[in-house]
């Protein structure tokens, strides 16, 4: 049986719609990651970014009442590699986030997981220089 | 006394000797002060013999005595006993035919003479000495000088009358001690349009229009004038034809020798023409300054040099939020600047460089209002340039642009949101079709249901258009779900007071509520005689947002009927729970079911989940 591509990996998923936050869900855990959430709003997002270590995270940017960067901003000052999952273009991601990975809706399982795959590579090559302080999850290129 | 005769006739004798002694003393002391009058008097005198020729006609004269003064009014050397024609080199018939004309009649004669030879002209007052011997005195002075000057005064008013009668736009004319008019020269003829012989013999006041004559201006000027020697008069006059005519004149007094005011000159140039061009200078001023006084854009134009402003119009205060004032006492460009955004200055500075070298632009920045509030300037600048074509100022229109700026990106924000709410839909289509199929191994059955959870997502579109910018009905809801499947009252029945739910609220209560009464109908009470449908909601105080709760209970249902947990159960249980962060559960028993789902009122009613002016500010931030 050949390797699941995000074993080990902790990631947290935040995303308003019920029916999106459970499929990406199921398409991550399939793919061998241990999910942290899903959070449908920033409170219980920030919430859980406080209380629980995990390595990556998927974020929509309308959580509901159009869009909102508090949690990119928390996942960021906390060094969190993260990508955003959304209907937005880029143009309304504000400049400090516009680097990081946009999978546009609507997208599909492997879209997901092989986006939070490049994320999770990329990351660590540049985590090994700049000392990320993320857990460091089991997942090793 | 007869003893002594011969000393009476030598008395007699001594007597006569003291006479005779006396008289030719006297004669001495006479001639003496002849002599010294003679010599010292400034005419010159001279004492000549007349002679004539051998026809017997007077023809030359010899000079027989002269005066020191003599010698300076003809420039001749000393000429005593030598003749007019020896001194002069040709004979001059005509002076020695005067002098004998003075022996002939006896009679002084005056006469003003030039003599040719000496190029000289002379006053001669002759006078007969000497009848017998031929002998004249002449008297007379070198009167060249003051001929010339005389005759250079002649040419000289020639030459004035000339010019002064030749001066058309210039109106000339004299009046009387009583400002009469006494003489109309041709250039006030050409002024005012009357005649020499229409006027003269007219007030002067007849040339001021009626209003200046009823306030007494033709009898002040003539005053003043009197008084102070001159007096301007700068103002309309009225022509003939009563046309308006603008005099730029003064009023001087006429005096005779005595120092009396015989009358006045009064000299002025028509200066009509120009007035009226300064006048429709004046009104095109007056209305281009109204024009930028009433703009609602800011004009202003400063120096290309110091870049101070030379003019600020009114609207400014209301672009910037500050007084003209305030930037017009220090008045340089660093006051300006401290009114614009930090971020936009170096802008500015530039925009102004580029103008400074000709250069037209237009340009966007931000003021800040003392009140904080931040606007959007749009300036439309372009240079002015001088006689050579070189930046002598630059000038700009400023124009509030803030809402138009505001429009702009609230449409960008509205086209990223309905980007992002048909991605999101589509996301949701797909999530709906894998969750449908999953559960239905019928296409039929697949297609059905799949349908009616389109049909009910696009049900909520349209009751979030119909009203945009609200909420959505809550009893608008149910009913057009009813309504979709075809219920009737009084197989439901509703209750609760009017509700308007948030968009987001109002897109998953309609799914969940298609899903019980789909399965109300196949499953449940709907489908069945007996059986019945109560929706009641009510909305509850909380600490926070106010809380409702909707129950939907089925009664009378065929206890047969069994419902595998489903698309519907999860959606309740779990969707409304984790969306609306509510409650919901599904309670069943033999022939009754019960639906309760229960969530906090969200505030927020836009058909679009995030509020424009929220958005924009965050863009601006």
Known sequence: MAELPLKGLRVLVVEDQYYLATDICEWLREAGAQLVGPAPNSRTACELIDAEPFDAAVVDINLGMGPTFTVAQKLAENEVPFLFATGYDRSIIPAEYRDHPRIEKPFKGPDVISAVEALWRQSSNAGASAGSKTTGGAFQT | ?621
């Open chain 2, 1 to 621: 006394m007869a003893q002594v005769p011969t000393r009476q006739t030598d008395a007699a004798t001594a007597a006569d000797l003291i006479d005779r002694t006396s008289a030719q003393a006297a004669l001495r002391e006479s001639e003496r002060k002849y002599r010294f009058l003679f010599e010292s008097m400034d005419e010159a005198y001279a004492v000549v013999e007349v002679l004539k020729d051998d026809a017997g006609n007077w023809a030359d004269f010899r000079f027989l005595e002269v005066n020191p003064a003599f010698v300076a009014h003809t420039g001749m050397p000393y000429p005593v006993g030598k003749t007019a024609t020896e001194m002069l080199g040709s004979p001059n018939p005509r002076w020695a035919q005067l002098h004998g004309q003075a022996l002939d009649t006896g009679k002084p004669m005056r006469v003003e003479e030039s003599e040719g030879t000496l190029g000289r002209t002379f006053d001669l007052n002759i006078f007969s000495l000497d009848r017998e011997r031929n002998r004249v005195a002449v008297l007379f002075t070198d009167i060249t000088e003051r001929k010339r000057q005389e005759e250079a005064l002649r040419e000289s008013e020639e030459k004035l009358r000339l010019i002064v009668e030749s001066a058309r736009d210039y109106a000339i004319f004299t009046t009387d001690e009583n400002d009469v008019i006494d003489n109309w020269l041709p250039g006030a003829e050409s002024v005012f349009g009357w005649s020499k012989a229409e006027v003269e013999g007219q007030p002067a006041a007849i040339l001021y229009t009626e209003d200046d004559r009823a306030n007494g201006v033709p009898v002040q000027e003539v005053e003043t004038a009197r008084r102070e020697g001159k007096a301007p008069d700068v103002r309309w006059h009225v022509h003939k034809s009563g046309r308006m005519v603008f005099i730029e004149g003064q009023v001087v007094p006429l005096r005779s020798s005595e120092g009396d005011v015989r009358g006045f000159l009064k000299i002025g140039r028509d200066t009509t023409e120009g007035r009226m061009a300064e006048d429709a200078l004046r009104t095109s001023e007056e209305r281009f300054r109204q024009f930028a006084e009433a703009s609602l854009d800011s004009l202003w134009i400063r120096d290309a040099e110091t870049l101070v402003f030379e003019y600020l119009s009114p609207a400014f205060e209301q672009l910037y939020g500050v007084s003209r004032e305030q930037v017009l006492r220090a008045n340089d460009v660093k006051a300006w600047l401290e009114l614009l955004h930090p971020g936009d200055r170096d802008g500015a500075v530039a925009a102004l460089r580029e103008l400074r070298n000709g250069v037209p632009r237009s340009h966007e920045f931000r003021v800040i209002h003392p009140d904080g509030q931040v606007r959007w300037i749009h300036n439309t600048d372009f240079p002015l340039l001088d006689d050579q074509g070189k930046v002598q100022r630059i000038a700009g229109i400023a124009h509030d642009v803030t809402e138009r700026r505001r429009a702009v990106e609230l449409q960008g924000t509205l086209l990223a949101e309905l980007q992002h709410r048909v991605r999101n839909v589509l996301a949701m289509i797909r999530s709906v079709v894998r969750r449908t199929s999953s559960s239905k191994s019928d296409i039929e059955d697949f297609v059905e249901h799949f349908q009616g959870r389109i049909d009910a997502m696009a049900r909520t579109q349209s009751l979030l258009t119909r009203t945009p910018g609200r909420g959505v009905d809550l009893e608008d809801i149910i009913r057009d779900e009813m309504v979709a499947q075809a219920a009737q009252e009084p197989k439901f029945k509703l209750s609760g007071p009017p509700v308007s739910l948030a968009p987001q609220s109002a897109e998953v209560l309609t799914l969940a509520l298609h899903e019980l009464a789909t399965n109300s109908v196949k499953y449940g009470a709907l489908g069945q005689n007996d059986g019945r449908v109560a929706i009641g909601w009510d909305v509850q105080r909380a600490d926070g947002p106010d809380w409702i709760e909707i129950v939907w209970r089925e009664t009378g249902i065929d206890p047969r009927n069994e419902r595998a947990p489903g698309f519907g159960t999860d959606l309740i249980t779990n969707r409304v729970p984790y969306e609306l962060s509510g409650l919901g559960e599904l309670i069943f028993d033999d022939k009754s079911l019960t639906a309760r789902i229960g969530f906090p009122l969200q505030p927020g009613h836009g058909i679009l989940e995030a509020d424009p002016t929220r958005l924009m500010e965050r863009a601006n931030g």
